[in-house]
Each structure stands twice: as structure tokens, then as C-alpha cells.
């Protein structure tokens, strides 16, 4: 990277930070609290209007009945945060409902699980997001024809601070959400107080409904689950267990406890004073319902601008709260196979940055498509959260029945009536949601489980392939090495490609050209090795003749196959300046089981005094791997035919704990090479690889390095986005490396 | 301009630079030690950095393992012989250590079984 797009990274996104810095800090209950309750307590700030909503279509007099259905889904709120509390003793190492499904239920609950909590991240964070951008609007309503533009805004900001992730967060959030409970309790008690001589008028009071349906048991249902969106977001606690004080389960369901306590007063309080106000709200309204009985109780004035301003804030806090989950969540899935595993890396900020993207770009794409309605997005809301919340419960019932701790019936059964209870919910939501915008998450669910279990499949397929019982190479003799050089001119890099050629004692090395012209020049600079010259001058004739002679050779025999190259510069341009060279060697490591080794030479770099068929006097070979598997066997021995002054297989190590695991697979499989486990600390392959290559100060005359690369070959086309592109980096920022050569070796699986 | 020459160049430093510049004052934080880049063949020295590189090799009899630490000046070859475990030797993980420093593969200073002392890694931020 240059200097200045350098620069630019760092002011937007801060300094690059080692994996070292990865810290993990426990929070106290105060500032645990507001991290993991933002999502809930926020969604206070919809949830009365969304009952109401409802009740308007039955017209004005129904509107009161808002009380006893808030009362009803506070009563569904402490059975849940009751039987939550039991999950939370029961996995004290976080009790994810995936983990929690997964590990009890079994596969497909924990896929059901995984792709439900994902959909369900997106919609949090374009829910809430459109929701505080409803705030502000009510605040400033000239704002209301950018809707979606602002939304899309504060979209960006918050994937922004996200990006550069932040150890101060919990403190960032402690002050919005204290914030907004104190100024929500101060509008209860004003409200309350001002109540005694006859209550103040919403704006809206009085306003005429048309009725446009009868007071039905499936209305009342209705507007029941639209007041369950109080329950979102009361999980959180339960996944962030093992980030609280010791002790740490006792501590999480004491902040659940409170978090219960919280959500039912200011819910019922809102919904009370409502009623009281008598607001009256449609899908017309500019205002929402809080900003209406905020405007009634304290008449205008600064605290209605708090109270919106708060509401605002804790709202994109919620949404912050699924830019923690969701990529924790997609790396959880990457690590047990069930999403492409580049969602495990952590960038530059030591987040895990492609989740954070995928999900912006998510919720970006259902705000622009729902046109930041939020009454219309609300809709797709709730079904994962049931589905997650009834999985999660009966997964700890089935725990406990097998633990039998003490005390275990006790759990088994909050835990079971909560399940049961979240359940029915579950059903009536789907029932009264699915024409509205429910059907959608109930298509997509499927769809999703589908995809992850295909990624699922694959890598198990993949790691079968691999596993390192089905053949020990090493104890059969490596075969024989076999080379051509593809010559288009008889230049500098040619040379350097004989003398390669030549230090590996190879018996078998020829050439090929498409020029008869370059015969006399090659009789000069290598006599020893026969050049022939292509009759049909195409690339296909040539993948023929390779592949012809590949097939005429013994099965473990390698066919090298030597493309030198001189560059005019070090731009990547020089990369697409070959177009028809590289989709050859493409094609050749792809479909063929040949070897492509690259003998790449700057021009700048050349010494005419040298670059005479000279062979090197020192060859190093660099087994770049991740794992070890069949595919890195084969390397090694590719790299033995090589015959170097010696070999060494290099890891970058990622993970502390993985690269332990590394060594001991390393001494089982008995390689008689020594593994090196080298530090990125910035994550930067690319960047590592070149650091570690330049400590042998290769010159390409007298001293080579030879990067082995094992590559897998997948058989479809679209698998090859579960592998990563690291190869294919790594080969990129070598090739403009004086004396470095660069050889994929192809494992087909 | 040189104004913005300049910001461009300090923001635009590689991290690696500012990691080496770090560890650099780190190891000089630390009493008595030599840095890499000063000690001398054959004196007995007690030298500071953080794991960079580890490496085991099957082949040497009973085995050895190596760590390669980097003070922000030079690296060192620590090396243990006749075991291919050490508990806690990890990359990042700061090493302090006190032997005779000699000449290891490839002419790379190396320390054959030292006494050492290890430290949570020394990262800032």
C-alpha cells in the first residue's frame, strides 16, 4: 500500500493493532448492564405504539385495552427472564442459543438456531436504526422526506466505529441507557404527578378512526404479539456470560434480574400513560407514540428534546449490540464449518471485519427496500426471536435432565414452562404476522439453513480428503522430478530457469517454445537441455502436450512445469499485462496435476555479468502452511524432489492456541523437516510472508528461495469462495521479490 | 505542504515500524538487559524480547525446539535441545532470558538452554 491510501486507512479506520492487544476486560454489573441491555430496554421505545397500532384498526374505544395487553406482555417478560436466569447458571460459558441448541438438540436446531439469529442481527439493527431515525424526526420533522437517507447514515456511522472497533465502548454505552431509563422514569413519575388533576392531551387526542374491523380474539392476539417486541433483545445477557465479574453467573442473572424489573415499570409506565394521554396513533403519525406523551406531559420543552435525543442514541446502542453479535456469532459458525470460514479473521482493528460488513450491507439493503418503515419491518421481527428463545429453553431442558445437578427439577421446569410459553408466542406471531411481512423470514430461514449446511457438507467433504490417516507418504520413496521450461524468449529469466533446473539434478528437464528463432540463442545458453518448438501456436496445444506428457508419467512422479518471466516493473499491472500466461498456469494448476513454478525477474534486478545459467549455491524451500493434511504432505515431498540445501514448512500463526495444536500435529506425522510457526501480529499474510522470506537475502544467483505454496483444487467453481484467497495473495507479493520462486503444488479434492 | 508531508508519512508508517520502535523501549525498560543488536559473540547476557518465530525440528535426536525473539532491534535464536515442548512459549509471549550468546544456523546469534523468565506480551494499547 502506498503512503497516502496508508494514511487514510489509519485516520478513518486507527492504528492497525497486534493480536496481542486482544484483551479481555470483565465488566462490573453497572457497566455490564447498559452493554447487554441497550437492545431490550430500547425496544420501549416501540413497543406501546406497536400494540396500538393494532387496536386503532378496531377504532378509539379498543385503544384502551393497551394496559391489559402491556400487562400481559410483561407477565411474558418475566417468565422469560425468570427461565433465562436458569440458562445463565446452566452455561456459565455463555449459553448462546445456538451453543445451547446445537450442543442439546442437535444439527439441524442449531442451524435452525444459527440462521434464525442471523436474519435476526440484520433486523435488529435496521429496526432499531429506523426506529431512532423516527426519533429524530420526531424532533426535527422537516427531516421526515430523508428517512431513508438518514437511517442509511447513521447505518454507516455505526458500522464505522465498529470497524475500528473499541475498548471504551462499555462506558459509551453507560451513559446513553442510564440516560434514557432515568428520563423515561422521570416522564412516568412528571406524568403520574401531573395525572392527579386531570391528565394533560396528547396531540393526537380525540382524533376519529375509521373502525376497519370488529374487536376479535385474533385482533387481541395481534396486538399482543405486536407488543412482544419488549422481549427483544433479553438474550444478550445470556450470551455474554463469560465477559462478567466473577461471579460471573450469579452476577448475569442479577443484572437479568434488574433488566426485568427495568423493562416491566418503564413498559407498563409508557403503555399507562398512553392511555391516559389518550394518543391516538396511526401509520399516518409523524410523531411516535413516546414523543406524542412526552410532548403531552412536559408541553414541549427541553425535555422532550432529552427524551428524544435519548431515545435516538439508545436505539443505534441496540443496534451496536447485534454488530457484536452477529460477527461473534458468524465466527462461531465459521469455526464449526457452517459459514465460509474468512468470517473467523479478524483485520486490521482486531475485529472481525468481514462480519461487520456483511451485516451493514444487510440491513442497508431491508431499509432501503422496506423504505425505513419501520411499523413495515417490524413485521419480519419476531419470529427468530421465538424461535431462538424456544430452542434455547428446551435445549436447557434436555441439559438438565441429563446433568441432574442439584436442584435440577426446579430449573428443568421454569426452564420447560418458559419453553412451552415462548412456543405458544411463537405460533401466534406466525399466525397474526405472516401476511404482513412474517412469511418472508419463514421462507428465508430455510434458504439460509440451506446454504449453511451446503458450506457445512462441503468443508466436512474437504476435511475428510484430508485427514492424515489415509496415507503416510513418507514412508514410500517420493518420486521423480520432471521439468519444462516454457521459454518466450531466450532472456535473462530463461537463465535463471536453467540454472534452477540444473541444481535440482533433475534427469528429465526440456523445453518448449513457440518460436523457432530462439534455437540458436538456447543451443548457447543451454545445450544439455532439448528445446522443441510447438507446431499449433496455441495455448490449447500446448495444455495438450502437458497434459499428454503428465499422463505418460508415473502417478507419483511431479511434472514441473517453468514459466520465466521478466518484468518491466514492480506495478501489479505487469500481473495483467500476460493475460493469456496467466489463465495458462491457471488452467495447468487447475485441471491438471502439473505443477506451475514461477521464475519471475524485475528487470531492474538483472546483473548481465550473472544471469548466466549459474546455479544457485544455496536453495532454501518454504513450505508455506495452515494445517497439517495430505495436501501439505505432498507439498513436502515436491519440495524433496526439489533436492534443496534444505526445507522447512512455515505457519503463520493466527491463534496461540492453534499453532500449539500445529506443532504436535507436526511431530505426529513424522516429517523429518522442522516446522517454524512465525508471528503476524498485524494478520497481514502477505505482509509476514515477505518479512520472513527477506531474512535469507535471497539474490536469485547464488541464493533462491523456493515458496512452496499446497493449493486446493475444488471440483466446483463456486466452492472455491469457502477457501479463501491466501494463496493467491501470498503468490501475488512474491512475485515482485528478487530471487524468490514461486511453485503452487494442486491438491485435488 | 511539508506539513502534510509530514502527517502523511507519520500516519502512513507501517505498523510494524511503530510495533519495532515499542518493543525496542520495552526491552530497555527492562533492568540489566543488552539489546540484540549490541550483544557481542560469546559475552553472558541477559537479553529481553518477544517470541517471533518458534520452530521444532523432529530430526535432532530427541528433538529441539527454538524460539526466535525480536527486541525491536535484532533477532536471537534461543534454543533448547533434547525436548520439543516447552510449556509457555508461545508467539507474542515476552522472554527474558541470561546465557552465553553464540553463533547458531545460518549465522543468526543464538543462546543454547538459557535460563529465562516469561512475561505476558508486551503489547500496547
Known sequence: MGKAPAALKRVMLGRPMSSGELGHTLLPKGIALPVFASDALSSMAYATQEILLVLALVGVSALSLVVPIALAVAALLAIVIVSYRQIVRAYPGGGGAYVVAYENLGFTAGLAVGAALLLDYILTVSVSITAGGDAIVSAVPSLAEHKVALTLGLIALVTFANLRGSKESGRIFAVPTYGFVVAIYILIVTGLVKCVGGCPQAESAGEHLEAESMLTAFILLKAFAAGTTALTGVEAIAEGVPVFRFPQSKNAAATLGILGVLSISMFIGVSWLTDQTNVVYTEEATRTVVAQVANAVFGGGPMFYVIQVLTALILILAANTAYTGFPVLASILAKDKMMPRQFRSRGDRLVFSNGIVILAVAASILVVVFDADLNKLIQLYLVGVFLSFTLAQAGTVMRWRRTREPGWQRSALINAFGGSVTGIVLVVVILTKFETGAWIIIVATPVVMYLMRAVYTHYTYVGDQLALPERKPLDRRPGNAHFVILVGRVDAAAARAVGYARSTRSVDVSALTFDAANHGSWRRLAPDIPLETLTVKTHDALLARLRERRASLPQNDFLTVITPEVLKGKGLLEIIRHPGLHRLKAKLVKESDIQVLDIPLVATDIDPAVDQAHEPARHHVVVFISAVHNAVLEAIEYAETLRPTDIRAVSFGLDPDETEQLGDRWLEARVPHPLEIEESPYRDLGESAVRYIKRFAPDGVNRVVTVVIPEFIVRKRRHQVLHGQTALIVKRRMLFESGVVVVSVPYHL | ?125
Open chain 2, 1 to 125: 505542504m511539508t506539513f502534510l508531508n509530514e502527517l502523511v508519512e507519520k500516519l502512513g508508517r507501517p505498523a510494524q515500524d511503530v510495533r519495532a520502535e515499542h518493543l525496542h523501549e520495552w526491552a530497555a525498560s527492562i533492568p540489566g538487559t543488552v539489546r540484540i543488536q549490541d550483544a557481542q559473540r560469546r559475552c553472558r547476557c541477559k537479553i529481553a524480547g518477544v517470541i517471533q518465530n518458534i520452530r521444532i525440528d523432529p530430526r535432532e535426536g530427541s528433538g529441539s525446539i527454538e524460539a526466535t525473539i525480536f527486541d525491536g532491534t535484532g533477532l536471537l535464536i534461543v534454543k533448547w535441545l533434547g525436548r520439543q515442548k516447552l510449556s509457555g512459549i508461545r508467539l507474542g509471549a515476552g522472554l527474558i532470558l541470561e546465557g552465553t550468546v553464540g553463533e547458531g544456523r545460518a549465522k543468526h546469534l543464538q543462546v543454547l538452554n538459557p535460563e529465562y523468565q516469561l512475561l505476558p506480551a508486551p503489547e500496547h494499547g
